[in-house]
T-cell receptor
Framework: AQSVAQPEDQVNVAEGNPLTVKCTYS??????LFWYVQYPNRGLQFLLKYITGDNLVKGSYGFEAEFNKSQTSFHLKKPSALVSDSALYFCAVSVNYGGATNKLIFGTGTLLAVQP | KAGVTQTPRYLIKTRGQQVTLSCSPI?????VSWYQQTPGQGLQFLFE???????NKGNFPGRFSGRQFSNSRSEMNVSTLELGDSALYLCASSLGGGQTYEQYFGPGTRLTVT
């Protein structure tokens, strides 16, 4: 069965420092990986995706993620954190079995707290 | 382009009642998916509709149903509400078709069952 793990419930980082939010996945087949962010009382906002190609994916708001097939990981990174980046971050996977699917399996979320 | 809209934003219902939630996707998007978000279970996939047909379904009881109209708008219905159905229900739209695309989420409908 497909699954996504976000091992950290919360990540604390000082403003201006680099940040990493970890994600590992378990799927059979080729994974399609996504990162979403959720602000309080809001829906999810798409940040970036990995479908195929370069292992380093760049997304919105200066975020990037690195796909590592051997470690089955897709960690979210940003070189310099902002206080406004404080939010709940979700990693998700979608598995394509040869047909289209938009069924996303989400991790449990990681709360990012950026201190000024 | 306007984003995904969901109505109503908030709902309070009594156990045993039924409820219908509505979702209007981004213009041109043909796939609509529904998710339930709760503190205990996190984000869980309910179902996906594409071209008025259910294409995927999650592990929810038959009390949860949905449909999609020819203009891609979608509704989900929950019958015989239970206290555990209290959740944020999120709708997401994407281009659909033969590839997997990123999904864009609406603000959600907060359902409270008393």
């Amino acid at each position: 069965a497909q699954s996504v793990a976000q091992p950290e419930d919360q990540v604390n980082v000082a403003e201006g420092n680099p940040l990493t939010v970890k994600c590992t996945y378990s799927v059979s087949g080729n994974p399609y990986l996504f990162w979403y962010v959720q602000y309080p009382n809001r829906g999810l906002q798409f940040l970036l995706k990995y479908i195929t190609g370069d292992n380093l994916v760049k997304g919105s708001y200066g975020f990037e993620a690195e796909f590592n097939k051997s470690q089955t990981s897709f960690h979210l990174k940003k070189p310099s954190a902002l206080v406004s980046d404080s939010a709940l971050y979700f990693c998700a996977v979608s598995v394509n079995y040869g047909g289209a699917t938009n069924k996303l399996i989400f991790g449990t979320g990681t709360l990012l707290a950026v201190q000024p | 382009k306007a984003g995904v809209t969901q109505t109503p934003r908030y709902l309070i219902k009594t156990r045993g009642q039924q409820v219908t939630l509505s979702c209007s996707p981004i213009s041109g998007h043909r796939s609509v998916s529904w998710y339930q978000q709760t503190p205990g279970q996190g984000l869980q996939f309910l179902f996906e509709y594409f071209s008025e047909t259910q294409r995927n379904k999650g592990n929810f009881p038959g009390r949860f149903s949905g449909r999609q109209f020819s203009n891609s708008r979608s509704e989900m219905n929950v019958s015989t509400l239970e206290l555990g159905d209290s959740a944020l229900y999120l709708c997401a739209s994407s281009l659909g078709g033969g590839q997997t695309y990123e999904q864009y989420f609406g603000p959600g409908t907060r359902l409270t069952v008393t």
